[in-house]
């Protein structure tokens, strides 16, 4: 995949800073798209989970816990248009879960950012924590 243009690692990046970590977040992931047909870019902003390698809890994956500064994220855009809050996963097909979802303007551009409270499934593990040292390795 080409690198994404240098105004969406800016916004993910401003994004980032305003996930306020509970713990140590695990790395961040960030999934975007040009829908050409709306000339809108769908940015997805999620935690990877923690993978616990060794000891009694071997192979479980714990999640991140932070929470958003929704003004300050709002702040990001040059006008919002929407703005929603999805409080629980759809049914089985629904590789989102919960998130936040604001849709508006981003230097001139239209953006519909999604930022997930767990990463989808295909990305669940960022890290591992290595329970003999309590060590911590980044997976990606």
Not at 36 to 63: H, M, Y
Not at 68 to 79: A, S
């Amino acid at each position: 995949m080409p690198a994404p243009p240098s105004w969406l690692t800016h916004l993910a990046n401003e994004v980032a800073q305003r996930m306020r970590a509970v713990d140590v977040l695990a790395p961040l992931g960030c999934h975007y798209h040009h829908n050409r047909a709306l000339d809108q870019w769908e940015v997805t902003i999620f935690v990877g989970g923690t993978e616990i390698v060794g000891g009694e809890l071997d192979g479980q994956i714990r999640f991140s816990k932070f929470h958003l500064d929704l003004r300050e994220l709002f702040d990001l855009f040059d006008f919002v248009d929407e703005f929603h809050w999805q409080a629980a996963r759809m049914g089985p097909d629904d590789d989102l879960g919960p998130h936040v979802s604001v849709e508006g303007a981003v230097e001139g551009r239209s953006v519909w950012l999604r930022v997930l409270a767990y990463p989808p499934a295909r990305f669940s593990k960022g890290r591992n924590l290595i329970a003999d040292t309590l060590k911590l390795e980044d997976v990606w």
